[in-house]
């Protein structure tokens, strides 16, 4: 379901925001700080390790939506399904953490959307990974097409 | 458990300037997460926010089903994270508040040049039944380095 494209957006440098839910209905959100396309086409996300709520949603029923932003020209895309597994973070992890990051601050820098002594006071006090499955993917650009349904199908969400 | 600072609305009143965008999550009805990015978030009054509504988007027809949702907000000069948990109250199509985000979106309309796209159909108002900082590294530093007092002498 993720093409090259998609994995191409999703794993650059962008605002990644993610959306759970208790067993009660009751949202919540938080942050990501990177997403690896796997080969199989699963997820790999880091999640703000402190994100208590959030966490305990994933592992309480999985259900999770994903949406990525372009720091500049706000296009977005929304993936949605379910999570298999929350896990410590590897070395590897850490790794894509840290050059993330790192590129993260730079659009920001050469954007002229904040100083980087700044955007450092954001950095979360870790990160733990969860392997996220898609179920489907949605243009999420702000306007009125947000929603479209870009796969499987062509309908709205 | 990671630990939480005491914050009101008027604390985080930079929250709601419109500079750094918020993020919303909803759930429909039966349960499936909803997350996209709002341009604003407006400060009402001690208890309650509002929020712009100018599609029937996922957003909406979530909130339609289940009146609560999750904020967070980004204060722009501190880059410190609120999370916001809200519950829907009342829809407003007339009168001040509603002309304030009219305004509002009429402004990010003509800057981006989408005029005939964006416009607002209402002005929905939540309680807020919890606010909390969601500590950043930093944010942790800096209460370990102030102690459990937080830094205030007695």
């Not at chain 1, 929603?147 to 062509?154: D, E, F, I």
Request: hydrophobic share 45%; proline share 5%.
């Amino acid at each position: 379901m993720i093409d090259a494209a998609a994995k191409e957006f999703l794993e650059a440098p962008c605002s990644l925001i993610v959306g759970t839910v208790d067993d009660d209905g009751l949202p919540d959100a938080t942050r990501a700080w990177a997403v690896d396309v796997e080969a199989d086409g699963r997820l790999r996300v880091l999640l703000t390790a402190n994100a208590d709520v959030a966490l305990a949603n994933l592992r309480a029923n999985g259900r999770i939506a994903l949406t990525a932003t372009d720091f500049v020209t706000l296009d977005s895309m929304q993936v949605k399904g379910h999570v298999t597994a929350v896990e410590p973070r590897t070395s590897a992890d850490e790794v894509r953490f840290d050059s993330n990051w790192a590129r993260c601050i730079a659009v920001l820098v050469d954007a002229d959307l904040a100083a980087a002594e700044v955007i450092e006071r954001f950095a979360p006090p870790g990160v733990v990974a969860c392997v996220m499955v898609v179920e489907a993917i949605f243009d999420q650009t702000p306007g009125p097409a947000a929603g479209t349904r870009l796969a499987p199908t062509g309908i709205r969400s | 458990m990671s630990p939480r600072r005491q914050v009101t609305l008027y604390d985080i009143q930079s929250c709601f300037e419109g500079i750094i965008p918020a993020a919303i999550a909803t759930a429909s009805a039966d349960g499936v997460p909803n997350v996209t990015h709002l341009s604003r978030v407006h400060l009402v009054d001690d208890d309650h926010v509002a929020l712009s509504n100018q599609f029937f988007s996922k957003t909406v027809r979530n909130l339609a089903e289940n009146p609560r949702a999750c904020v967070e907000v980004i204060d722009p000069h501190t880059y410190d994270r609120y999370r916001m948990v809200l519950r829907y109250e009342r829809t407003e199509r007339r009168g001040p508040l509603f002309e304030r985000l009219r305004r509002d979106i009429d402004a990010i309309a003509a800057l981006t040049g989408m005029q005939d796209v964006f416009k607002l159909r209402s002005a929905d108002v939540y309680r807020v039944v919890e606010l909390e900082l969601v500590p950043s590294a930093a944010n942790l530093a800096e209460m370990r380095d102030a102690g459990p007092d937080g830094g205030r002498e007695s």
